[in-house]
């Protein structure tokens, strides 16, 4: 049995505003409220494979703006998630996981990916509320 859909927790607008924002679309997959690009947003096209840093221009991107950290969620924690978050490590850049914010097409795999695989090199490995607040904790201080 798959995974039910999980709905994510509301999100303080104050919270993101002013940080940049770098959003992969999927052109057969909106995204809604808070995650919708907004006009200064760069998007960067589709990745081809199970992962978003190949045959696409995010390394570049993330580089031309400073950027040493990205935060990963997605729909195949096993699969592209991990593999752009492994490739992300080779890159050189510190790798967050959002656990709650993932999911795969078994709870075995999910928590393959979230129990054994994310701790071997990931910076951190977060909910999505202890995210949030780590960034409401860093506006204000």
Known sequence: MLPSLVQLPE????IIQGNASFCIIQKHHGLLGPLKPKPRDIVVA???TSCAF????????????GIERIVLAGMLANTCVELTGR?????GYDVTFLKDA??????EAQRAAIEVNYPRYASAI??????LESLSEKSES
């Not at 999100?11 to 104050?14: A, F, N, Q």
């Not at 490739?87 to 890159?91: D, G, N, P, R, S």
């Open 54 to 65: 190949v045959s696409t221009e995010l390394d570049l991107q993330l580089r031309q703006h």
């Open 11 to 14: 999100v303080d607008e104050s």
């Open 46 to 48: 589709p990745h081809k």
């Open 126 to 131: 977060l909910t999505v509320d202890e995210f």
């Open 87 to 91: 490739y992300a490590v080779e890159l």
């Open 102 to 107: 993932v999911g795969a097409t078994s709870w």
